[in-house]
């Protein structure tokens, strides 16, 4: 149980060829209803927007963790976090576990991290996920010296390379704020992430504000925005800086998870699995010499599990076993899922988080999601929705319900069945510097 079979959906072609360079951006807390090219008012990700128009952009992509460490253990191992065995903040992969990096490295590729700082709010800083990386750099001073360092690195390695830039200036507690801001935000940002014990209540008086004050959280979420804003510019500098050779480089964008800003008095991201935290954006370019015929869209649901086979599929590298990710190459003409068409290719995506405290055994939600479809708390009690969509002088907005639908109800139950694992890994016991990096992040 836990695991799904590695499958190629498509054949890629079998004639020899040199493997391709992978360039992966993942983008620290940003959700996908606050990207242009997802459909957002907001002209905030320009440089998004151009990538997306040389790739394909997955509509319902999914994060399967929901914080950055357990989404990029998820994103490079392409195994769920109770299987990998980060699942709470300050959780160490479990040394079983083999990595992307790793694999791509015994198979001659030079490999790399860049990020901007060290802490809760990066990865490879302590938790293993920097294992088969030749470089790990997470000490800069500004996101320009990174993004230098980067585009060093590029140019003097030794090729094929992967490299992972990690831009987290969406990361609370955003931009900012004016002078004139809402007293209720700026308490919150001095004393949440202010010098301190950051146990401040103004956390959850601002969330509980936002429930019910769509002037205050229009407020909030233009400073996020900003963050977005800044994270975009930084894509653009990157991509101008490393100039790789879209011909021959395959590059992925997505982002490790979102951030709720207000929605149910929800603020943040770790604590949440909801749809605000876990629907990311997940761009792919695919050099026309590998797949000349993806699509520009794809609507059927994916999930970050899914890039690790995807990149070792056209590296032409043997896959890694057992794995709860798939190929997305060949899923354009996959339609969502509903309870009715599993034999398509259609599938939910699971998405898994601790509710526990740190250091204590790990108390497992999961959520088993599609476009329409949530079920929370797969293994207790159950929280069953249905996405309603409204539409008002020409604007639309969403919001979920609970459901009555017993056929759909029973195919999410047994997908969660016969795919989700449910033995978590042991608790592990956190260092004080450990508590006190993820009190200064808003963690604790």
């Known amino acids: 149980m836990g695991y799904g079979l590695y499958l190629y959906v498509r054949a890629l072609p079998e004639a020899p060829r040199d493997p391709p360079d992978i360039l992966m951006f993942t983008l620290c807390s940003i959700r996908a209803d606050h990207v242009h090219a997802y459909g957002y008012a907001n002209e905030t990700t320009p440089n998004i927007d151009a990538l997306a128009a040389s790739s394909t952009r997955y509509v319902n992509a999914y994060s399967a963790g929901t914080f950055t460490g357990s989404s990029h253990a998820a994103l490079l191992t392409g195994l769920l976090p109770a299987t990998n065995g980060v699942l709470s903040p300050g959780d160490k992969l479990l040394p079983t576990v083999r990595t992307l990096p790793e694999i791509l490295h015994d198979f001659g590729y030079s490999t790399a991290a860049f990020m901007g700082a060290r802490g809760p709010a990066v990865f490879g800083d302590g938790d293993g996920l920097e294992r088969g990386f030749d470089s790990m750099n997470n000490v800069f001073p500004n996101p320009t010296a990174m993004v230098a360092g980067a585009a060093k690195w590029w140019k003097e390695a030794k090729h094929p390379a992967f490299m992972v830039v990690h831009i987290r200036d969406a990361h609370a507690p955003y931009a900012t704020p004016p002078p004139t801001a809402d007293a209720r935000i700026r308490a919150w940002r001095n004393d949440a992430f202010g010098p301190g ?8 008086l601002l969330a509980d504000a936002l429930r019910d004050d769509p002037t205050l959280k229009n407020e909030l979420s233009a400073l996020y925005d900003q963050g977005v804003q800044a994270a975009d510019a930084n894509v653009g500098r990157a991509l101008k800086a490393i100039n ?3 011909q021959h480089t395959v590059i992925v964008l997505a982002a490790d998870h979102g951030e709720a800003l207000g929605e149910d008095g929800h603020l943040g ?12 954006p997940l761009l792919v370019h695919y050099p026309k010499d590998l797949v000349d015929d993806e699509p520009d869209v794809v609507q059927t649901e994916v999930s970050l599990l899914d890039v690790p086979p995807t990149l070792l599929a056209l590296a032409q590298v043997p896959p890694l076993g057992l794995q709860d990710g798939r190929s997305l190459v060949g899923l354009g003409e996959v339609p969502l899922w509903t309870a009715h068409n599993a034999d398509t290719g259609a599938r939910p995506a699971l998405v898994q988080m601790s509710h526990s405290t740190f250091g204590t055994q790990p108390r497992i939600s999961t959520v088993v999601t599609t476009q329409d479809w949530r079920l929370t708390n797969a293994g207790g009690a159950p929280l069953f929705q249905h996405r309603v969509v409204e539409r008002n002088a020409g604007t639309e907005s969403e919001r979920w319900e609970p459901a009555d639908d017993p056929n759909t109800l029973t195919a999410l139950l047994k997908y969660y069945t016969e795919h989700a694992p449910i033995a978590p890994p042991a608790a592990q016991k956190l260092s ?5 990096a993820l009190r200064k992040a808003g963690y604790w």
């Open 244 to 246: 790789p050779d879209m």
């Open 432 to 436: 004080p510097e450990t508590v006190n």
């Open 269 to 280: 991201h770790h604590r949440y699995n909801d749809p605000a935290v876990v629907h990311v």
């Open 197 to 204: 014990t950051h146990a401040s209540p103004t956390t959850s």
